[in-house]
Nanobody
Framework: QVQLVESGGGAVQPGGSLRLSCAAS????????MAWYRQAPGNKRESVAT???????NYRPSVQGRFTISRDNAENMVYLQMDNLKPEDTAVYYC???????WGQGTQVTVSP
């Protein structure tokens, strides 16, 4: 079974940038639809961005134009470039394989002055 490990979280000021990485182990990565989700305290986990095996991407409206999801099938990696970060982006971010129960352990992103 594929396993996921995220990295790249941290604390930044509003307007700053972070790049999250997700390393996938196992085979068949290129055929998977991958996603980034996030969960803030007291909130439900929500989808942030998805990327299909062919590269088609989708974003939640609040991050459209600020976040970019990408993948490297040769390296079994998924990335989330986050620019112009806002305090409301503060959450634990998770890498996920769509339509499965496979999740990474999460990485904290904190945006504050």
């Amino acid at each position: 079974q594929v396993q996921l490990v995220e990295s790249g979280g941290g604390a930044v000021q509003p307007g700053g940038s972070l790049r999250l990485s997700c390393a996938a182990s196992g085979s068949g990565f290129s055929a998977l639809k991958m996603a980034w989700y996030r969960q803030a305290p007291g909130n439900k986990r929500e989808s942030v961005a998805t990327i299909a095996k062919g590269g088609t991407t989708n974003y939640r409206p609040s991050v459209q134009g600020r976040f970019t999801i990408s993948r490297d099938n040769a390296e079994n990696m998924v990335y989330l470039q986050m620019d112009n970060l806002k305090p409301e982006d503060t959450a634990v971010y998770y890498c996920h394989i769509e339509w499965t129960d496979v999740w990474g352990q999460g990485t904290q992103v904190t945006v504050s002055p």
